[in-house]
């Protein structure tokens, strides 16, 4: 268990389109993880092609990445606790008709081919895309109490 683990989640273009960004944020926020970087960027396929290597024979592929290329995502890195466990279970399954209610797939989506959002499975995944998507200088270190406006 490692308090300070990250892990990488991407509102993907449906989400975008749908104005559900702010509802994600506010539910990773709820649980109680801290935002360590944020940034609104329209993604070009190499980046994608890297980011979704591991399925690249996959059937599905070419969908997959046009569907992810068709719009501008909200990547975004939060750290706590188990970040990268607790945030799938947050996401729900990779199908959304598996996914239960209360989780963001089980209540924002139903398609596979349009589930909203991504979230790291692993840490080394995680540890990668963070490394893919955002500079180390975009990480931001900061500390909650600093300030003492939050008991
Ligand atoms: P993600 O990487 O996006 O968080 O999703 P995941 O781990 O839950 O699922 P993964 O197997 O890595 O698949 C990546 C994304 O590909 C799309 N997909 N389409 N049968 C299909 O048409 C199919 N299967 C997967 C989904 O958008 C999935 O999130």
Redesign the pocket.
Do not use: E
């Given at each position: 268990m490692n308090n300070q683990e990250r892990t990488f989640i991407m509102v993907k273009p449906d989400g975008v389109q749908r104005r559900l960004v702010g509802k994600i944020i506010q539910r990773f926020e709820d649980r109680g993880f801290k935002l360590v970087a944020l940034k609104f960027v329209a993604p070009d396929q190499g980046l994608l092609t890297q980011h979704?290597a591991d399925?690249k024979e996959r059937p599905?592929f070419p969908s997959?990445l046009k569907y992810v290329s068709s719009g501008p995502v909200a990547a975004m890195v939060w750290e706590g606790k188990d970040a990268v466990k607790t945030g799938r279970v947050m996401l729900g399954e990779?199908n959304p008709l598996a996914s239960k209610p209360g989780t963001i797939r089980g209540d924002f989506a139903i398609d596979?081919?349009r589930?909203v959002i991504?979230?790291s499975?692993s840490v080394e995944s995680a540890n990668r895309e963070i490394g893919l998507w955002f500079q180390p200088q975009e990480l931001v270190n900061w500390n909650t109490n600093d300030h003492g406006w939050v008991y």
């Open positions: 979704y399925l599905f997959l990779t596979v081919g589930n991504h979230g499975d």
